[in-house]
Nanobody, 122 residues
Framework: QVQPVESGGGSVQAGGSLTLSCVGS????MAWFRQAPGKEREGVAG???????RYADSVKGRFTISQDNAKNTLYLQMNNLKPDDSAMYYC????????????????????WGQGTQVTVSS
């Protein structure tokens, strides 16, 4: 399978929006993680091949994860961005497995993109 490749990061002011894209398909689960300097990598949003979604509490109501299977692309629409959202964002994917909830542990994912930086200024 194709290694995920992210794009769409950038710098915005607080309250602004960005959409991240990740080219990759055919996986059972895909997710967005982020890591800020000095912090652990954390799950932000994930989606299963059957359409189930999961969001971190910190982004619920502001971020939306979606897939366009025709374009083999995963998206993360980020609205009302806050300075605390600043981080390197990574697309992750895994094949197989059966989880009640979309997994949010980075060890559960075997395919990773190179990351794209998101910076939100106040």
């Amino acid at each position: 399978q194709v290694q995920p490749v992210e794009s769409g990061g950038g710098s915005v002011q607080a309250g602004g929006s960005l959409t991240l894209s990740c080219v990759g398909s055919g996986y059972t689960y895909m997710a967005w993680f982020r890591q800020a300097p000095g912090k652990e990598r954390e799950g932000v949003a994930g989606i299963a091949s059957d359409g189930r979604r999961r969001y971190a509490d910190s982004v619920k109501g502001r971020f939306t994860i979606s897939q366009d299977n025709a374009k083999n692309t995963l998206y993360l629409q980020m609205n009302n961005l806050k300075p605390d959202d600043s981080a390197m964002y990574y697309c992750a994917a895994r094949n197989g497995g059966s989880y009640v909830f979309v997994p949010f542990r980075d060890v559960d994912y075997g395919y990773w993109g190179q990351g794209t930086q998101v910076t939100v200024s106040s």
